[in-house]
């Protein structure tokens, strides 16, 4: 079986790839448990490859139509498009966006359909789809009303990978992924960078800024509990899915104010003299607009499952992260 | 004023190009009632120029870059977008469909940004955006769900307009058109061509097919009203629609067997010997999926109406066609 994971030396790709290589295999189309043959790491830096002889690392532009058939050839089975330009960068570099969020999308879907072997296809979403006059809490049928570049070019991706899948180009799945939270590494440009940045600056004994209110909701999902989700997206029956593609996963709603107890709770008060409030308009109008809870039985009947607590997050953040070092 | 209609040629672009020579002016992006001194018709055909000096038809393709810029020049005030490959057609040739539904529309939308100038771009969505499982009555907060490869560009085209409004590149209006009846001409590939056909060829002593059972409800509006909205959402001030730019246009619900029992009250019962039924479960399956049914609140508060009932669309359809001839 030959997968292939767009964004593969991010932080999600890195730990998707090192736990696929530990499964050894995957459910391929069939719904056989097949042995995991090859695996292609693409990003635009070069990726991890764990030493190990299955995984290829391919550098270059994944917008590129030359490098995109290069890497979906007639062989593969499986694709992880994870790679994204973030909700921050895509605002501020709308072209930029539009190139890697939507024409790379279309790109991967297209060269998928060439060979005509209808692989999986497991594409990230996000809670930026949606804005506007929301509903208390996000059912499945919450109409997309993105508010964002980002949630405008990824709401489109959601529409493709569903049409793609219709016609039996693909199948496809689309996991709109909550806001990761404790993400590791350094802050980005997400516009939700700070959900990791106010738990993992103190614990690195580093200063943060919290640039909206406390009250503010978020809609959290950890790390691992994002891997599992990756991977059980991928080994569900396509039967499950006829309805729609697309599936919120189940994510904690937190407040920031709850997110800073914990803190507290788990490493002591002390780590919270490294926070400081700083308000971000333009931060807290792209968050602000995104909902902050969601009716996801549907995951839950598909087996999907969230995080605990957020104290819990914050622990695994502490045992994967802080103690193992850099993956 | 420079004025730009995209399918110039079509039945709908025709009529839109005559009113506005007739009306002589357009409301501009700065509110006032201005000269509309130019009028370009694009099409895959020649468009009738009416003999108006105002009026320049474009033969072309409009996924052809050169050929959009050419059109969109650093003049143009106003862009009503109504080029498309039908719903039938769209779903037989995938890449065409892609080609004129979607890259056209983000081509015409980029060379409207290009200028810096905000001009108003109206573009004709359609009732094909829903489907799946849907509400009793279609509100405007519900969900995408496209369930053909036609439904799924315009969702596409729905989402670029309102994001390139958002960003200030254009003053998008979407208007979602119910199913135009009685549609003027020959049958054409959409899915629901029938809804003009079962009319219009009993009108004309021709035979017709419907297609699905007589219970199926239909979503329609006149071509009349449908001109009509077209020009009222040119019009329309751009601060009412901030919220969101998509419209759902107000339609009659009719069933099948309530549009056969209009005709023979206006047409007299000899008419129905030329109706034959015969079941396409394509078409039944793509119109099947289609709401019948619509919360047209907001359209109606800004303005925006409707038919009065199935009897005057087929009275309007006698005196602007039958009577009349082709435009």
New interface residues.
Partial sequence: MKVVITGGAGFLGQRLARKILDKGRLVDSDGRASEVTSLTLVDVVAANDFGDPRVKSVVGDIADAALVREVIDAGVDSVFHLAAIVSGQAEAD?DLGMRINLDATRLLLEACRAHGRRPKFIFTSSVAVFG??L?DVVQ????????S?YG?QK??GE??V??YS??GFIDGRVLRLPTISVRPGKPNKAASSFASGIIREPLNGEDAICPVPPETRLWLLSPRAAIAALLKGHELAAEGLQ??RTINLPGLSVSVAEMIEALERVAGEGVLKHLRRERDATVERIVGGWPAAWDTSRARALGLAGDADFDSIIRAYIEDDLERGPA
């Fill in positions: 709308f506007g006059q509903p499945d049928t919450t109409a997309l009303n993105p508010r570049s405008m709401a489109v529409l493709l569903n049409e219709r016609r309805d729609s």
